[in-house]
């Protein structure tokens, strides 16, 4: 394979790859900001290798993830775990107040404007890691409640919980702000 | 139920797949213009192979140029020569490293001389040589008076000179030449008869 046909492979499978390997990487990530340096590095050591490993078709996605796990761990020092969350919540009480958020709570649709919905994300970047994840499968991958739970090992409940007041909270906060980006 | 697009752009903008690309394209060539560890390993073993011929070539000639001086030194600093027939004539031959040369018949009762004469040239006045003798005897000549010498199993030459040998059947000459450098210099001779008393000397190391 010659080097120009060599970039076009690449070209194609990161074309295929990119998405599934952004989520598992914000997923796994502690903090958002890496994501970007992260999926390069990644991709950078997948083109020096894969020629030589030889992979297959199939075992693409995989192998991406094997090496982004590789480079979190690299990038949060060697004592970095990859977190799971708790699947069970402690406090029943809560569990009892998540029942009663209705379905329909996504409360953003005043976002209309290009700049307040930065402004949002900014303050989303500033929350806790297990919030910002969730918000960003949410509204980026339009992940429901459930796939979020699956994809973030989480109980569904936990995610309803945060997501809940995670906008909540930016409801609060951005609703009068809004008048400004109009 | 659709999300709220407009903050779907700002994050897709922020993890923006073209843009990544772009900079893994550029992190890609430069890492392709910069040497690799496994590079930089096979350029240090190219280097050291290199050096390790070019040494060896070094030293092959040193130690060629050095065993040419060795000759040239023999050659220069002393030669010995010895009487050969040639086509019924004597004549004087030098003798050559590991060549056998067959010596002028030599008859010790009807000739003049006390022995078979070997002529040691040496081309520097403060060198010496060592001549000693195993199976055999020297003697030295004064051709003017005519007088004979027997000078034993040993004997020392300070400048050119020519010994005579009272020779056996194996007979070995041992000469240890010291040059003006005080270099060390050891060969020797030795001289075989066959059955029709035909004498050989052959000069080795």
């Keep these: 394979m010659t080097n120009q046909e060599k970039k076009k492979r690449f070209e194609e499978i990161y074309l295929k790859t990119y998405r599934n390997l952004i989520r598992y990487i914000v997923c796994h990530s502690r903090d958002i900001e890496d994501v970007n340096d992260v999926l390069q590095e990644t991709y950078l050591e997948f083109y020096l290798i894969w020629e030589r490993k030889s992979v297959k078709e199939e075992r693409l996605s995989a192998f991406l993830k094997g090496i982004a796990k590789n480079k979190i761990k ?8 990859i977190k799971t969350y708790s699947l069970f919540s402690k406090n029943e009480r809560e569990i009892e107040w998540i029942d009663t958020i209705s379905d329909d709570f996504d409360t953003l649709d005043f976002v209309m404007n290009e700049e307040l919905a930065k402004q949002i994300w900014k303050y989303v970047k500033t929350k806790k890691e ?14 429901t409640i459930k796939e979020i739970a699956q994809e973030l090992n989480l109980k569904e409940s936990s995610v309803k919980s945060i997501l809940y007041r995670t906008l909540k909270e930016l409801q609060e906060t951005f609703r009068e702000e809004k008048n400004k980006y109009e | 139920m659709s999300r709220n697009q407009k903050i779907k752009e700002v994050i897709e903008n922020e993890f923006d797949l073209n843009q990544n690309l772009k900079k893994i394209q550029e992190k890609i060539e430069r890492k392709e213009k910069v040497p690799t560890r496994n590079n930089w390993k096979a350029a240090f073993i190219t280097s050291v192979f290199i050096l390790t011929i070019i040494g060896s070539l070094f030293v092959i ?16 600093q002393f030669q010995i020569l010895a009487y050969v027939d040639q086509q019924g004539n004597s004549q004087k031959e030098s003798l050559k490293e590991n060549v056998k040369i067959a010596l002028k018949s030599y008859n010790k009762a009807i000739s003049s001389v006390p022995g078979y004469p070997l002529i040691f040239e040496l081309e520097d006045t ?39 040998f009272d020779v ?23 001289i075989e008869s066959d059955d029709k008393f035909n004498y050989y000397a052959t000069l080795s190391n």
């Design chain 2, 61 to 76: 000639n040193q130690s060629s140029s050095m065993k040419q001086g060795n000759k040239k030194e023999t050659i220069n």
């Design chain 2, 126 to 164: 403060s060198s010496k040589m060592e001549v000693r003798v195993e199976n055999g005897d020297i003697y030295t000549w004064d051709s003017s008076s005519g007088k004979v010498e027997k000078q034993g199993k040993e004997y020392i030459i300070q400048k050119s000179q020519t010994l005579y």
């Design chain 1, 74 to 81: 690299k990038h949060y020092g060697r004592f970095y775990k």
């Design chain 1, 130 to 143: 297990k919030a910002i994840k969730i918000f960003y499968l949410y509204y980026n991958e339009e992940f």
């Design chain 2, 168 to 190: 056996n059947e194996n007979t070995r000459i041992n000469i240890n030449y010291h040059s003006k450098e005080n270099h060390l210099i050891r060969k020797k001779i030795t």
